[in-house]
């Protein structure tokens, strides 16, 4: 069974980069496309970018210039880092697995998600 | 870029039919998925490339797709469907995911 978790600070200080890593299980990260999602709270979902185990990545626009993700094979893990984090980028973030040839495929595994509130 | 419009809510009886609309320009020539996320949970995939189920959806769920309108339908509603439910296709001139704002359904 293939399962996705999130792990990283809970908290993160205005100004300051925020990291997550997704540890993938069941399933080699080289087989598949691997992606970033957001959800601010009462709000909808927010695709922050993807990235393949070559380590091509493709980013939304709004957060292109402070996003970076990296894969790394050897422990079956993708990362998101955020930089430069306002109030407007609290929200629980996902991360999931791409099932399908890009631009068609669909989120199949989804991580439980974990909130982060960037506060002082 | 691309965007895609749902009703913030749609309300239906126990047993009816609920329909959920996602609206884009010729959304029929892209290929949808629909999600539906209860409260405190990760979003599940219910409909993928427009009208398959994936494995272990019940029947009750269907989807269609043509013209400008994508419709998530859901058969003979019950309580536990009580959910948010999103649309999202791929902006194929960037290679862009894009979700649709979403839509709580609510079983009366």
């Known amino acids: 069974q293939v399962q996705l978790q999130e792990s990283g600070p809970g908290l993160v200080k205005p100004s300051e980069t925020l990291s997550l890593t997704c540890t993938v299980s069941?399933?080699?990260?080289?087989?598949?496309?691997w992606s970033w999602i957001r959800q601010p709270p009462g709000k909808g979902l927010e695709w922050i970018g993807y990235?393949?185990?070559?380590?091509?990545?493709n980013q939304n626009p709004s957060l292109k210039s402070r996003v970076t993700i990296s894969v790394d094979t050897s422990k079956n893990q993708f990362s998101l880092k955020l930089s430069s984090v306002t109030a407007a980028d609290t929200a629980v973030y996902y991360c999931?697995?791409?099932?399908?040839?890009?631009?068609?495929?669909?989120?199949?595994?989804w991580g439980q998600g974990t909130l982060v509130t960037v506060s002082s | 870029s691309y965007v895609l419009t749902q009703p913030p809510s749609v309300s239906v009886a126990p047993g009816k039919t609920a329909r959920i609309t996602c609206g884009g320009n010729?959304?029929?020539?892209?290929?949808v998925h629909w999600y539906q996320q209860k409260p405190g949970q990760a979003p599940v995939l219910v409909i993928c490339?427009?009208?398959d189920r994936p494995s272990g959806i019940p029947e009750r769920f269907s989807g269609s797709n043509s013209g400008n309108t994508a419709t998530l339908t859901i058969s003979r509603v019950e309580a536990g469907d009580e959910a948010d439910y999103y649309c999202?296709?791929?902006?194929?001139?960037?290679?862009?995911?894009?979700f649709g704002g979403g839509t709580k359904l609510t079983v009366l």
């Open positions: 999202q296709v791929w902006d194929s001139t960037s290679d862009h995911v894009v």
């Open positions: 069941g399933d080699s990260i080289s087989s598949h496309y």
């Open positions: 490339y427009d009208s």
């Open positions: 999931a697995r791409l099932r399908g040839v890009v631009p068609a495929a669909m989120f199949d595994y």
């Open positions: 010729n959304i029929g020539s892209k290929s």
């Open positions: 990235i393949y185990y070559s380590g091509s990545t």
